[in-house]
């Protein structure tokens, strides 16, 4: 009887939260469907309405529209006043959607190729006055896009506007007012949705996961929790190879942006320096990283790759290649895919943010709720910025991501190292110790300003270190040299690699980067500094009223002294308001959490100075924003960890409750941010995916 009513306990929320899911699906986002099952359909003559640009008719009744602009607009008369308008579908494609963005300049994009139109839905009435205003996108082959309108009469024309993402000929095939929607049943957004349903009934204040602790007595994770864990790492590593494949930078044809691909061909040949000769124009050039020189006479040049001495060079930091091009080269004699990169680097960091989770909730909060732990994770992963890194070219990303990755493996091993000692068992805590510091050391190869992350450490190491005594104090020099030493043939092996390039053991390359700043005249001011901390933390975010509803602004002052300044989505703080918990850290705390709480201040305080030292070396850009939202996020778990001990019985039902909707609100912005962020956000590397989601999401439109 008990295992029947412990099954029922599982089986029957299951079947509520999927029966709801269905029912949700049916009705509720197919409710245009079931509005328009009575509605006469009009056929617009395509002869008979207005063009503005060049118009052609074909044999088939379609009309094919070109404009030097890109812009073609369409008008339909409406002479029944009495008509009322209640859905417009419009099929129509680009016919020659191939964008092709390669240039003198050696851009790091892709040749795309997309069907999608862009358009733009006026109506006006006597008044001219436009009543409304869509923004949709279409260009699925033999699929009209379907729009729903005021349903007012009194409309007297109405005006398309239409696009093409990747090119200027449009094939205009149809034009249906008062349409009739049709019904899309999408199993990927059941499952969306069946899956939140079944996370709010797991998480919710009131159930039986918060009353469980995540460890057993002896500090294990507990059996049916690691099985939990295993199941949410495959279905989001699932998830995010899903996502990644969306991506056609990685699955339509070459591009020409691949500094690790180049580098470890390099490496393989036993040479530093890249095997392509700069062009005849670029080497004619006095001063060849002027960009206005460059202009001037049209120099082809790689962008983003180091010049210097007549050669080619990679200044991206060199471990992810040693770890993972150059062998993937060396055992294949291929190159390593984009999308296979990325899809390593970012189960890394999910899994290191796992562990790193595990040894604090181990040493600092033995008696942490299953359904606490989840929510941290949840909410650290989403607050990471990485699902901008899936709609983007990973290149960019390939040192940031690394370096995360060591990052939280490194502190996790350093944890695992003070439980060692705390046991007593030196041998296994210096060798743990060892190695947290040896990851953290290999983040200067990869990302240098995060290897400031070392200090987190610091709360739980320096004791190991330190021993009191009654007459001051004694050093063991075992653990100083475990902290210590890892990080001597790192630096010295990449010393020997800048001068070997540079003629200078300090000097990255950083500064020989064709880009399109004047690098070797850009000096330090302070005024980046308070940019890149206004910027990346403290940016307040705007809505649009269409998917994905995050939009885009620059900064309002210029800074002539920034590399580079993009329009941002925002700050991390206003994006992900549940990094303020970090601030709990500086709660009066007892002792048994006080290393808990100075590894949260230490994580709060580096937020900002890293941030500032990306915005002095990098400029504002939002794929930046990894640099220092880990330290932030670090912060949150801490400040969460600390002040969850210290809440009264009576108001954990509604700090639960609250905490439960701030990691909804930080996963959702998260997934958003897919679609919005990066140079070659989702929306240009695959404007279709982009309209399924748009679509699966904007139901009631």
């Known amino acids: 009887m008990k295992t029947a009513e412990k099954y029922r306990k599982i089986i029957y929320p299951l079947l509520a939260c999927l029966g709801l899911s269905l029912l949700l699906e049916l009705f509720l986002f197919n409710l245009n469907y079931w509005k328009g099952l009575g509605r006469e359909e009009i056929d617009v003559p395509l002869p008979d309405c207005s063009y503005f640009g060049q118009a052609e008719y074909q044999s088939d009744g379609s009309v094919l529209m070109s404009e030097a602009d890109g812009n073609n607009i369409v008008q339909i008369g409406i002479a029944d006043s009495t008509l009322k308008l209640e859905s417009i579908a419009v099929e129509a494609r680009c016919t020659d959607g191939n964008e092709s963005w390669w240039g003198y300049m050696r851009t790091p994009y892709v040749s795309l190729q997309s069907a999608a139109v862009e358009m733009t839905v006026l109506l006006y009435d006597g008044a001219d006055n436009t009543m409304l205003t869509e923004r949709l996108l279409s260009g699925t082959e033999g699929e009209a896009e379907y729009f729903a309108l005021p349903g007012k009469k009194g409309i007297q024309n109405v005006s398309l506007k239409l696009t093409g993402l990747k090119g200027k000929t449009l094939d205009l095939r149809?034009?249906?007012?008062?349409?009739?929607?049709?019904?899309?049943?999408?199993?990927?957004?059941?499952?969306?949705?069946?899956?939140?349903?079944?996370?709010?009934?797991?998480?919710?204040?009131?159930?039986?996961?918060?009353?469980?602790?995540?460890?057993?007595?002896?500090?294990?994770?507990?059996?049916?929790?690691?099985?939990?864990?295993?199941?949410?790492?495959?279905?989001?590593?699932?998830?995010?190879?899903?996502?990644?494949?969306?991506?056609?930078?990685?699955?339509?044809?070459?591009?020409?942006?691949?500094?690790?691909?180049?580098?470890?061909?390099?490496?393989?040949?036993?040479?530093?320096?890249?095997?392509?000769?700069?062009?005849?124009?670029?080497?004619?050039?006095?001063?060849?990283?002027?960009?206005?020189?460059?202009?001037?006479?049209?120099?082809?040049?790689?962008?983003?790759?180091?010049?210097?001495?007549?050669?080619?060079?990679?200044?991206?930091?060199?471990?992810?290649?040693?770890?993972?091009?150059?062998?993937?080269?060396?055992?294949?004699?291929?190159?390593?895919?984009?999308?296979?990169?990325?899809?390593?680097?970012?189960?890394?960091?999910?899994?290191?943010?796992?562990?790193?989770?595990?040894?604090?909730?181990?040493?600092?909060?033995?008696?942490?709720?299953?359904?606490?732990?989840?929510?941290?994770?949840?909410?650290?992963?989403?607050?990471?910025?990485?699902?901008?890194?899936?709609?983007?070219?990973?290149?960019?990303?390939?040192?940031?991501?690394?370096?995360?990755?060591?990052?939280?493996?490194?502190?996790?091993?350093?944890?695992?190292?003070?439980?060692f000692y705390d046991r007593d068992e030196r041998k296994k805590s210096l060798r743990?110790?060892?190695?947290?510091?040896?990851?953290?050391?290999?983040?200067?190869?990869?990302?240098?300003?995060?290897?400031?992350?070392?200090a987190c450490c610091l709360p739980f190491i320096l004791p190991m270190i330190f021993k009191k005594k009654e007459k001051g104090w004694r050093i063991e020099w075992s653990f100083a040299a475990a902290f210590v030493l890892p990080y001597i043939p790192v630096a010295a092996g990449l010393m020997w690699y800048n001068a070997a390039r540079f003629d200078s053991p300090f000097d990255f390359g950083a500064l020989y980067n064709l880009t399109f700043a004047y690098l070797t005249q850009v000096h330090f001011n302070w005024a980046s500094v308070g940019a890149g901390i206004l910027y990346y933390l403290f940016r307040p975010f705007t809505l649009t009223g269409f998917y994905p509803y995050l939009g885009t602004s620059s900064l309002e002052w210029s800074n002539p002294s920034l590399l580079a300044s993009r329009p941002s989505t925002g700050g991390i703080?206003?994006?992900?308001?549940?990094?303020?918990?970090?601030?709990?850290?500086?709660?009066?705390?007892?002792?048994?959490?006080?290393?808990?709480?100075?590894?949260?201040?230490?994580?709060?305080?580096?937020?900002?100075?890293?941030?500032?030292?990306?915005?002095?070396?990098?400029?504002?850009?939002?794929?930046?924003?990894?640099?220092?939202?880990?330290?932030?996020?670090?912060?949150?778990?801490?400040?969460?960890?600390?002040?969850?001990?210290?809440?009264a019985e009576k108001r954990k039902t509604v700090l639960r409750g609250l905490l439960l909707a701030a990691v909804l609100f930080v996963m959702t912005v998260s997934g958003l941010s897919y679609a919005t962020e990066g140079l070659n956000n989702l929306k240009e590397v695959n404007p279709e995916a982009y309209i399924g989601i748009a679509r699966a999401i904007e139901f009631f439109r």
């Open 174 to 419: 149809s034009i249906v007012l008062n349409a009739r929607f049709p019904m899309r049943f999408l199993p990927l957004r059941v499952l969306a949705v069946f899956l939140g349903l079944l996370m709010i009934f797991l998480l919710w204040p009131k159930g039986a996961l918060w009353k469980d602790t995540l460890l057993t007595e002896e500090g294990k994770l507990k059996k049916r929790y690691a099985a939990g864990a295993g199941i949410l790492f495959a279905a989001l590593l699932v998830l995010v190879m899903v996502l990644i494949s969306k991506n056609h930078v990685y699955n339509q044809g070459e591009y020409d942006f691949r500094p690790y691909t180049d580098l470890a061909r390099a490496l393989g040949k036993g040479q530093l320096y890249l095997d392509e000769e700069p062009s005849p124009e670029l080497l004619s050039l006095e001063d060849p990283y002027d960009p206005a020189a460059r202009e001037e006479i049209k120099a082809p040049f790689h962008l983003d790759y180091a010049f210097y001495n007549g050669k080619y060079y990679i200044y991206f930091g060199v471990v992810p290649c040693l770890l993972l091009y150059l062998p993937y080269h060396l055992i294949t004699g291929g190159d390593l895919p984009g999308s296979i990169a990325l899809f390593l680097m970012m189960a890394g960091c999910y899994v290191g943010l796992f562990f790193l989770l595990k040894g604090l909730v181990r040493r600092y909060a033995p008696k942490c709720s299953a359904a606490l732990a989840v929510l941290l994770w949840l909410g650290a992963a989403s607050a990471f910025t990485m699902p901008a890194a899936m709609g983007d070219i990973c290149n960019y990303y390939a040192p940031m991501l690394p370096a995360v990755c060591f990052f939280l493996f490194g502190m996790s091993v350093c944890l695992r190292a003070r439980a």
């Open 432 to 454: 743990a110790l060892a190695v947290g510091n040896l990851l953290f050391a290999l983040i200067a190869g990869c990302r240098p300003q995060l290897v400031l992350g070392a």
């Open 573 to 647: 703080y206003f994006l992900y308001p549940l990094l303020f918990a970090g601030v709990l850290c500086f709660v009066p705390v007892k002792r048994e959490k006080r290393e808990l709480a100075w590894i949260g201040r230490i994580a709060l305080l580096l937020t900002p100075v890293v941030a500032a030292i990306t915005a002095v070396m990098g400029g504002l850009m939002d794929r930046y924003r990894m640099d220092f939202s880990v330290f932030a996020m670090l912060a949150m778990i801490c400040g969460i960890l600390v002040f969850h001990g210290r809440v």
